[in-house]
């Protein structure tokens, strides 16, 4: 083997060996680069030949084995983009790329303003809509028979813990009625069942359990000669962790961007199209443009995690083999308060 091309393979081998560290290098090179464009911060980004960066201005402060990410501007953030530009003579393969997101116990009523559907109304004067509107001086009523059911589509999938069903009155309510999920609206299970319902503002609590819709279901009424009448169905619970995931190469020059969205039916994928992205070697400076912001969903705090996992990357060089496993994860704690303008 000649010595250009040995030389090529430890420089390839040394490349690898710094991209396994880039993603926790890189969280910290962030915050540097929040107070000042070069210095050391470039140096090292230069040196690990990726770069990382938030779209959001956001501060990253190390505390033991996590991050702080504090409010990125008036009431917070909900996506956080990761962006990668290869400096490398290679291709560079993320395969795995992904995030999940884990808040705390949401406030306020999921239900609320959300689409609702009825197996009967007594009259166009009590659509089911009026179970969810937050007005009680409005309501839903059934047809005067059982089995007789009301859902609502909360939209996206949540961890649901409590029902808070409001009744017109002890008579016109359910006596024997369960409380069901469902993720299609089709296939229904059952967390919590009520044989002696009595009417009144009842407060059902349950085992967390995900759903997208969420039913009452009547078998048997308060009284025969009352309908089912809700004067609002409250639903409460905290948003699923669900982990999505996509793969990405970045060939040498260019750049990628991901996107998470951390807000309920949101995802991981390609950063949007109407963000402008410019890259500086000089400076870092690689962001330009509209930011792509969603509102965030409520006050709490939870754990968000990127992971990037590159496995089986094999190279070749001449007549040398390699194949290397690399793995960067690093926990994000954010915090989430009100909505942004």
Not at 15 to 41: D, K, R
Not at 139 to 161: C, E, F, H, T
């Amino acid at each position: 083997m000649d010595a250009a091309r040995v030389k090529r393979a430890q420089g390839a081998s040394e490349y690898l060996v710094i991209f396994a560290i880039v993603l926790i290098v890189a969280v910290l090179a962030i915050a540097l680069l929040s107070s000042s464009a070069g210095g050391a911060s470039d140096a090292a980004l230069a040196e690990s030949q990726v770069y990382w960066r938030s779209a959001y201005p956001i501060s990253i402060v190390e505390t033991g084995s996590a991050y702080m990410v504090p409010n990125a501007s008036p009431g917070g953030a909900s996506v956080i983009y990761l962006k990668l530009k290869n400096r490398g003579a290679y291709p560079i393969r993320l395969a795995n790329v992904s995030a999940t997101s884990n808040l705390s116990t949401l406030t306020g009523n999921l239900a609320l303003g959300k689409p609702a559907t009825n197996s009967s109304r007594e009259s166009s004067s009590y659509p089911a809509s009026y179970a969810v509107d937050g007005i009680t001086t409005t309501r839903w009523s059934s047809q005067y028979s059982d089995p007789q059911w009301i859902y609502v589509d909360l939209g996206a999938i949540y961890n649901i813990s409590r029902v808070v069903l409001n009744w017109r009155s002890a008579y016109a309510c359910g006596k024997n009625y369960t409380i069901q999920l469902s993720n299609d609206a089709s296939a229904w299970s059952t967390v919590y069942s009520r044989t002696d319902g009595t009417g009144g503002t009842e407060t059902l609590d349950f085992t967390a359990s995900s759903g997208r819709y969420v039913r009452m279901y009547g078998a048997a009424r308060c009284d025969t000669g009352y309908t089912y009448s809700l004067r609002e169905f409250e639903v409460y619970g905290s948003i699923a962790a669900p982990t999505y995931a996509i793969d990405a190469t970045i060939y040498p020059g260019e750049e990628t961007c991901l996107g998470y969205n951390q807000s309920p039916g949101g995802g991981m994928g390609p950063c949007p199209e109407n963000n402008v992205y410019y890259y500086s070697p000089s400076d870092n400076s690689s962001y330009a443009g509209p930011r792509a912001t969603t509102p965030c969903i409520a006050d709490g705090t939870g754990t968000l995690t990127l992971t990037n996992l590159r496995f089986d990357y094999v190279e070749t060089i001449g007549s040398i083999t390699r194949t290397k496993t690399q793995v960067g994860d690093k926990p994000l704690i954010s915090r989430c308060a009100g909505i942004i303008p």
